[in-house]
């Protein structure tokens, strides 16, 4: 199998790491258990919480200070993309860039990172109305089948229905997991309460958030329609103040919704900062509360 995506989500991340000094890079994502694991990483001061078998009393003796054993997981992560689908991902970002395409990068570096670090990685979306679900795996193979069959689907004559998607993982996936939903406002808006709950109570959750186009910008493309927006609509100043209000307010239901659900998010509206957000958002979630 030629790695065509791979390649590119390769080359995306050497650039930014060659600018960045982060060490999120080294190791590839080795993420720090406290408790029972295969090789010891450092010792760090108790925490109320901690298991008392993890205490190093000798070197707690030494220091004067209750000191705990740290390790470097044993296990491999669980993996799993959650794409988006439908018309509002054939849409367009501010930056005229299809957010489809934003979505099989940020899907593709999440991948690439956790496939190089050994991490079991799936992905699932919806298929206007069928679950298209691709098993937990490891290896690049794997991650350039997973690119390479979403960015063959045609979105253009369906509506979305992520909600399905994830009440799909609650009922059948058990397994625990780290999920990357990349979806965008309107998904998030659109997903319950209810089902949030449910998932984030099995499973550790991060949303990738793909910004739309402004309606009064001069730059939306009315999928329906397959044309843009014409001028008189988009320069006409109470629809730009009305856009801005519902936007504001979704915005705002939406960050409510994650934060109630304790969900690291990060929103993105063009490729060249792909790289930049998924690792911000790691580094704001990090690996090491997986548990």
């Known amino acids: 199998m030629k790695m065509n995506y791979v390649t590119k989500i390769r080359a995306k991340i050497s650039i930014c790491a060659n600018k960045k000094t982060s060490n999120i890079f080294d190791g590839s994502f080795k993420s720090i258990y406290q408790g029972n694991g295969l090789d010891f990483e450092n010792l760090r001061e108790y925490i109320p919480g901690d ?39 054939s849409a367009h970002t501010d930056w005229m860039q299809v957010k489809k395409d934003i979505a099989l990068n940020a899907g593709g570096v999440i991948g690439y990172l956790a496939a190089k670090n ?21 290896g690049i193979e794997n991650i350039e089948r997973i690119l390479t069959e979403y960015d063959r689907e045609v979105f253009d004559n369906y509506e979305t229905d992520i909600e399905k998607t994830l009440e799909y993982i609650v ?4 397994r625990k997991m780290i999920i990357f939903v990349v979806t965008d406002a309107m998904g998030i808006a659109n997903i319950s309460q209810n089902t949030l709950k449910k998932l984030v109570y099995q499973h550790n959750v991060l949303f990738v958030s793909i910004d739309d186009a ?9 999928v329906d329609k397959d044309m843009y927006i014409p001028d008189f609509i988009s320069e006409n100043k109470e629809l730009i103040n009305m856009e ?32 930049d957000k998924i690792i911000e958002l790691l ?9």
């Open 244 to 275: 801005q209000s519902i936007k504001q307010n979704l915005d705002a239901d939406n960050a409510k919704k994650l934060m109630q659900n304790r969900i690291v998010s990060t929103c993105i509206d063009r490729d060249e900062e792909v790289v």
């Open 283 to 291: 580094g704001g979630h990090k690996y090491a509360n997986y548990r």
């Open 118 to 138: 050994g991490d079991n990685v799936g992905a699932i979306y919806n298929r206007n109305g069928k679950i298209q679900f691709y098993p937990l795996r490891t």
């Open 51 to 89: 298991s008392i078998r993890d205490i190093d009393w000798k070197a707690t003796s030494r220091s004067g200070k209750v000191l705990i054993k740290r390790y470097i997981a044993e296990k491999k992560h669980n993996i799993m993309v959650v794409f988006d689908t439908g018309k509002s991902m």
């Open 214 to 222: 402004k309606l009064t910008d001069g730059k939306a493309f009315d």
């Open 171 to 174: 009922r059948n996936i058990k």
